[in-house]
């Protein structure tokens, strides 16, 4: 067995230092070890008080993930020696201090509240963030938290998964001291300070001060159930955990305990505990690209360009500045400048109001951001996104411009949405240092960042983009160059469907309604709106699969353009908009796509929620397939994070090609067939679909 945790002893204090790099995971290996330690502590009577610290940059990060993952195996026993370690620790004949720095969070807190005291590092953070992985603490900690806490901050905690740091822990009476300075001879200290101290250390399972009355705590438990729904919609975790707090209050410890342990167990069965583990594992083994080695150095970036002011240039060039990156921000229309800079400084603005920067923090970020209306000094700079209109002439006429200015180690990006990157690239003397960085809007918030792979883009700005998308906090997505990339290829025939949907005999109401219940974030149309009328027709128009008969979308949206219903901006488009952006439905659209319908000849019917939903998902999953079998996509985890973090997938579905795979391949291909039988060749199944469905296979595998 590795050695994950040392002992050592400094005068009359025992030393337990957890080293299990990179953040001290608590693993049933680690656990066995600690406990190892505690025996040796109590039964040696030169040691008067234990000191439980962690080697590295942090205390301990949390449980091993993959060890719960595992039900099959170790999955099963993690827990149950957590409990017994957690008891050893509580038990102990001398006092137990936990010393905390970096983070103390998830099983790290758990393990730290079973200690009689707490010292931290200023700064530490502090949290119970099971419930990002649709789980609830499984090791006492919805049992002690409420005890040291009391009820509502617990419930916050919990809900939340939010951390805290160390000042609040400290007013919280979460932590006993906060250690300024060296932090194992500041605990050693205090360990030293409370053996001498006479009486019994404090346990924290048997506290009560804070517990609160029943009906302090019935008021508390209701506002947090409401939280819950509002906060963290459909999960059954957040709830469980609610439940569990609730028997904080009403139990004996033990008894509270037995029924944290029942709950986690669900919690741990459940499907969208296994999809949110996919996803925070997805995210991880996205950055890993097979041909493009982890140690490839990437380039330097310290100076940045982007070309063109609109919605989308202004968003990435707040995404650079809120990462300390200088940004020179291009544009030809001195108007469209002017709207990009004030749109930049609005935002900021609204930040500073709602309390997420300081005003000194949007002052340096805005003067990050310098506006041009030449390319002066371009020809400094590290990196250069264009994103001006989308228009193939006029981006290939830009990187030909740029070609002429940049240094030859400057890296061109496109922005663009679904256009050829090679063709872009062509334009230049360098398609090698040419690739897409396709962003999300709003650029400055969203999560994914596309990285579109053309035929020569080299290996070193491959590696430069994903180590780039690390720095701005974004997860970068390696996807090959074909129409619309990844994400918007597979929003066509989405999109797609909800237009025939509709004109077959539902609204786009009932579909946004269907598919909002099912947990995305909007429904289709209503982000239909958002991108644009205008917008939408010219992806279509350029996307050749739209011309096939089964595949042609139906009138309905020209006729929205033509009428000027462009979406959001122009106060209408599938719904009516007022000041505050909510969609409103509209009559006058029900009677457009019924006389859509009577000109197609169709006969509109009853359509079922199922049905909506299907339709809209399987859309997806084949398209998704087909990208997989044509290597656009490098494995169906990529694709799944890509619609988790751009696209508004609800993240306990674990994404399209993850949720394919519960609802399993066979059920899913004959549901294609189905649809196939109906509605013509645009259901055609995917050969990958079909070939992992007759092989009882998942996509995952
Ligand atoms: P936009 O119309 O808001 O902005 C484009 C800007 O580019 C305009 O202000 C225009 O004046 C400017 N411009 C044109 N030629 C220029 C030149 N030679 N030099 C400098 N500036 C020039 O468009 P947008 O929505 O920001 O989209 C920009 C790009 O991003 C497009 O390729 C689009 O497909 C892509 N994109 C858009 C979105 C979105 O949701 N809007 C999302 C992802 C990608």
Excluded at 128 to 154: D, F, H, M, S, Y
Excluded at 382 to 395: G, H, M, P, R, T
Aim: with cysteine; aromatic share 6%.
């Amino acid at each position: 067995m590795s050695d994950f945790v040392k002992f050592s002893t400094e005068d009359t204090v025992g030393i337990i230092t957890i080293d299990n790099p990179p953040v001290n995971v608590l693993s049933s290996d680690v656990c066995e070890q600690i406990e190892r330690c505690l025996d040796t502590i109590a039964s040696n009577a030169a040691i008067e008080a234990a000191v439980l610290i962690g080697a590295g940059r942090s205390f301990v990060a949390g449980a091993d993930i993959n060890e719960l993952a595992n039900a099959s195996g170790a999955g099963r026993t993690l827990v149950p020696k957590l409990g017994h370690l957690l008891g050893k620790l509580e038990t102990l004949n001398k006092p137990a201090i936990a010393a905390l720095h970096g983070s103390a969070l998830g099983g790290g807190l758990e393990l730290a509240m079973a200690a009689h005291y707490r010292v931290a590092a200023p700064g530490t953070k502090l949290g119970q963030p099971e419930v990002n992985l649709g789980l609830i603490p499984g090791g006492q900690g919805t049992q002690r938290l409420p005890r040291l806490v009391g009820l509502a901050k617990a419930v916050e905690m919990c809900i939340s998964g939010a951390p805290i740091d160390s000042g609040e822990a400290k007013d919280l009476g979460l932590i006993d001291q906060i250690i300024d300075g060296d932090l194992l001879a500041g605990s050693i200290a205090f360990a030293k300070k409370m053996s001498a101290q006479n009486g019994a250390h404090p346990k924290v399972s048997e506290l009560s001060t804070k517990l609160g009355t029943p009906s302090e705590n019935a008021v508390i438990l209701d506002a947090g159930r409401k939280q819950a729904v509002k906060l963290r919609r459909k999960m059954f975790a957040p709830l469980a955990a609610l439940e569990a707090l609730e028997a904080a209050t009403v139990l004996p410890f033990e008894e509270g305990c037995k029924k944290e342990g029942e709950l986690f167990r669900q919690c741990l069965a459940s499907s969208q505990s296994k999809a949110l583990i996919h996803a925070f594992f997805g995210e991880r083994e996205v950055a890993k690209v097979p041909d493009v080695r982890s140690d490839t150095p990437a380039l330097p970036i310290k100076k940045v360009g982007v070309v063109g002011a609109g919605t989308m240039g202004s968003g990435i060039a707040m995404a650079f500045a809120n990462s300390a990156l200088p940004v020179l921000l291009k544009e030809v229309d001195p108007i469209a400048l002017e709207r990009g800079m004030t749109r930049i400084r609005t935002n900021y603005e609204n930040s500073v109001k709602r309390g997420r920067i300081t005003a000194e923090e949007m002052a340096q970020r805005l003067a990050l951001i310098q506006p041009r209306s030449d390319y002066e000094d371009f020809n400094d700079l590290d990196l250069i996104v264009e994103a001006v209109f989308e228009s193939l002439d006029v981006k290939k006429q830009i990187f030909a411009e740029l070609d002429k200015i940049a240094k030859p180690e400057c890296v061109f990006a496109t922005n663009t949405s679904v256009l050829d990157i090679d063709t872009i690239a062509q334009s230049a003397s360098r398609p090698e240092m040419v690739v897409g960085l396709h962003f999300f809007n709003p650029a400055n918030v969203m999560r994914l960042l596309e990285i579109v792979r053309g035929k020569r883009t080299s290996k070193t700005v491959l590696a430069t983009a994903l180590s780039l998308a690390k720095s701005l906090h974004k997860v970068g997505v390696v996807v090959g160059n074909c129409f619309g990339f990844v994400g918007n290829r597979m929003l066509l025939p989405y999109i797609r469907e909800a237009i025939f949907l509709v004109q077959e005999g539902t609204t786009p109401e009932r579909v946004d309604r269907v598919l909002y219940d099912w947990g995305m974030a909007m429904g289709i149309f209503a982000v239909c709106d958002v991108i644009g009328i205008e917008v939408l027709i010219h992806i279509f128009e350029q996307d050749k699969t739209s011309d096939k008969p089964s595949h042609r979308v139906p009138g309905i949206l020209e006729k929205l353009y033509q009428s000027g219903r462009l979406g959001q901006k122009t106060g209408a488009g599938w719904y009516r908009y007022k000041q505050d952006h909510k969609p409103v439905p509209d009559s006058e659209i029900l009677a457009w796509i019924e006389s859509s319908a009577k000109e197609s000849g169709l006969q509109r019917r009853d359509i079922s929620d199922e049905e909506i939903l299907d339709r809209c998902t399987h859309a997806l999953i084949n398209e998704g397939a087909r990208i997989l079998e044509e290597g656009y996509a490098l494995r169906s985890v990529d694709i799944d994070i890509v619609y988790l973090t751009g696209y508004g997938f609800p993240a306990y579905r674990g994404g399209p090609m993850f949720y394919a795979d519960t609802l399993g391949l066979a059920n899913v291909y004959a549901r294609v067939l189905e649809f196939q039988k109906m509605h013509g060749s645009r259901w055609e199944p995917a050969p990958r679909l079909r070939q992992l469905a007759e092989e009882g296979r998942t996509f995952s595998s």
